[in-house]
């Protein structure tokens, strides 16, 4: 499966941007979907999870302010971004995997090449 970011940007702190997937080559709904991000220097980190039958997981720092869900007729999976802080500014990753710990970027096979989130 072939995945590709968009709608990243430049936002003021407590702003909102909505981040897609689109995905090709497969179906999301067979995969277990997830959001990273990452800044130089640091590892991957796991932003949010949306499983096969559609449980989502969210790591702490964006509980009740990211959205992570998909549409499976269109293909493409989104993150509801709100309240932006100046620490979710990273680049933004989506990701495909069969399974495993959704947090854990090992959990993954396929990855889209990123789009940029700015928050100042």
């Known amino acids: 499966v072939q995945l590709v970011e968009s709608g990243g940007g430049s936002v003021q702190v407590g702003g909102s941007l909505t981040l897609s997937c689109v995905a090709s080559g497969d179906t999301i709904g067979r995969y277990c979907m997830g959001w990273f991000r990452q800044i130089p220097d640091r590892e991957r980190e796991g932003v949010a999870g949306i499983e096969s039958d559609g449980s989502t997981s969210y790591t702490d720092s964006v509980k009740g302010r990211f959205t992570i869900s998909q549409d499976s007729a269109k293909n493409i999976l989104y993150l509801q971004m709100d309240s932006l802080k100046p620490e979710d500014q990273a680049m933004y990753y989506c990701?495909?995997?069969?399974?495993?710990?959704?947090?854990?970027?090992?959990?993954?096979?396929?990855w889209g090449q990123g789009t940029q989130v700015t928050v100042s």
């Open positions: 990701g495909a995997g069969d399974g495993g710990v959704w947090s854990t970027p090992e959990s993954y096979k396929y």
